[in-house]
């Protein structure tokens, strides 16, 4: 989904739905505080026949034990603070939206694990979305509440045409506060597919 521009890295490619839910935000030398929020446009899609894309970067995926299916429902409690979140989100109220995140708290959305420390890199975070969401689907597995999203246009962002499109998240809340937020992928996303492809001609 998107391209992650840190100081001293490179920027690892992905899909158009992850280049729009996120202005990513990034960290000095990808590994400590946000220092950076990046802005970046929506990947077209490849042309029919093109070579299939290498996949997303390890480093990006959510780490070993947050969960990627649900297996009981989704706390209400936790849902009510998502929602509340997801309002503020979609209509700009970006300080109001900001206050739903504990400090600290961990932060992933097509980047390396993110550790927000302060409220200023909090907002850094939340201001970073270009699109707002609203969730589409619940559930639960451990500590975590499971969400689809479908992304919407966000008062004063620029979704970039991406509005529609859909992605998933592992949300930690605990005393009403999102404490972890980690980005789900597809698995189309995880191993792209796509046509073989004669390096000859460039027909499939």
């Known amino acids: 989904m998107p391209r992650v521009l840190c100081t001293g890295r490179t920027r690892p490619a992905a899909t158009a739905t992850a280049a729009a839910i996120v202005l990513l935000a990034c960290a000095g030398g990808c590994g400590g505080h946000v220092r950076h ?57 970006l300080a109001r939206a900001a206050r739903y995140f504990a400090v600290p708290s961990i932060f992933q959305n097509a980047t390396p694990v993110l550790h927000l420390d302060s409220s200023r890199e909090v907002r850094a975070v939340v201001s970073s979305f270009p699109c707002g969401a609203v969730a589409t689907g619940y559930g639960a597995a451990g500590r975590y509440t499971l969400v689809r999203f479908r992304l919407t246009e966000r008062a004063g962002g620029d979704c970039h045409g991406a509005a529609g499109h859909t992605t998933g998240g592992a949300i930690r809340v605990s005393g009403g506060r999102i404490r972890e937020w980690y980005r789900l992928y597809d698995p189309e996303e995880i191993h792209p597919t796509g046509p073989l492809v004669d390096p000859g001609n460039q027909s499939a």
């Open 37 to 93: 929020v990046v802005r970046d446009a929506v990947i077209p899609a490849p042309p029919v026949g093109a070579q299939p894309a290498p996949g997303l970067d390890p480093k990006i995926l959510p780490p070993r034990g947050v969960p990627h299916r649900p297996t009981k429902a989704a706390s209400p409690a936790a849902r009510r603070v998502i929602d509340a979140w997801l309002r503020d989100l979609r209509a700009g109220h």
